[in-house]
C-alpha cells in the first residue's frame, strides 16, 4: 500500500480562501516533501521538512509535520485560480531511500 | 541553472511496437535519475531509479527497461508494448537519494 496517502481526494473551494490537505504515512521518515502538478504537466516540488521539523512556510504555503500521529498538511492561504492543481506528499521513509508518492489531492479553486 | 528535457511529449503506439523514450538533464553531474509511471488521476510508481552510469535499479517487474548510456542520459525501452504501458512517463532527476526531485515535463503514451 502507499506510505503516503493524501486526504480529501478532491477538494473544491472559492477564491480567496484556505485550502488545507492532509498526508499520512505508515513508517518513520526521514523527510516529508509537497509537490505539485498542473493537469498534464510534470511535479513541481513545494517544500521539503525533516523529521525533526514542525512547521515550514514558503510565501502561501504552510507545511506542517506531527511525527508521532504519522502525518503532514499543507496550507495554501488566499488561495488564487492558479493554485488549481493536484497536490501530492511524498516521503522519504527511513531504511528506504526513495521517495514514495501518493495519490494526490485534486485541488480547484472556483473564481 | 538546471533543466530536464523529455521527449516526444505525446506518442501513440501500436500494441506489439517498440519503445525509446529519452530523458536528459543538463547543468548537473552526476545525478540520480527516475522513471515514474502516472494512470490517469494516479500518484506516481516508481519504475526504475539509476545512481550512475550502468546502474538501473527497477522496482517492479514488468514489460519495460531502462538504461543510462550517459551520465545525463536515460532512456526508457520496451521490445513490444502492451495495451497496459499506456499512461504518463516522468523523468526526474535528484541529486542525492533523499533530496528534492525535478521533474521534467512528461511523455504521454497511448498504446491501441
Known amino acids: 500500500s502507499q506510505q503516503g496517502e493524501e486526504d480529501p481526494q478532491a477538494l473544491s473551494i472559492q477564491e480567496g480562501e484556505n485550502a488545507t490537505m492532509n498526508c499520512s504515512y505508515k513508517?518513520?521518515?526521514?523527510?516529508l516533501q509537497w509537490y505539485r502538478q498542473n493537469s498534464g504537466r510534470g511535479l513541481v516540488h513545494l517544500i521539503l521538512?525533516?523529521?525533526?521539523?514542525r512547521e515550514k512556510h514558503s510565501g502561501r504555503l504552510r507545511v506542517t509535520l506531527d511525527t508521532s500521529k504519522k502525518s503532514s498538511s499543507l496550507l495554501i492561504t488566499a488561495s488564487r485560480a492558479a493554485d488549481t492543481a493536484s497536490y501530492f506528499c511524498a516521503t522519504d521513509a527511513v531504511g528506504n531511500e526513495k521517495l514514495t508518492f501518493g495519490t494526490g489531492t485534486r485541488l480547484t479553486i472556483i473564481p | 541553472s538546471q533543466t530536464i528535457h523529455q521527449w516526444p511529449a505525446t506518442l501513440v503506439q501500436p500494441v506489439g511496437s517498440p519503445l525509446s523514450l529519452e530523458c536528459t538533464v543538463e547543468g548537473t553531474s552526476n545525478p540520480n535519475l527516475y522513471w515514474y509511471r502516472q494512470a490517469a488521476g494516479r500518484g506516481l510508481q516508481l519504475l526504475f531509479y539509476s545512481v550512475g552510469i550502468g546502474q538501473i535499479s527497477s522496482e517492479v517487474p514488468q514489460n519495460l527497461s531502462a538504461s543510462r548510456p550517459q551520465d545525463r542520459q536515460f532512456i526508457l525501452s520496451s521490445k513490444k508494448l502492451l495495451l497496459s504501458d499506456s499512461g504518463f512517463y516522468l523523468c526526474?532527476?535528484?541529486?542525492?537519494?533523499?533530496?528534492?526531485?525535478?521533474f521534467g515535463p512528461g511523455t504521454r503514451l497511448l498504446v491501441l
Open positions: 526526474a532527476w535528484s541529486q542525492g537519494r533523499r533530496e528534492t526531485q525535478y
Open positions: 513508517t518513520s521518515i526521514n523527510n
Open positions: 521538512i525533516r523529521s525533526n521539523e
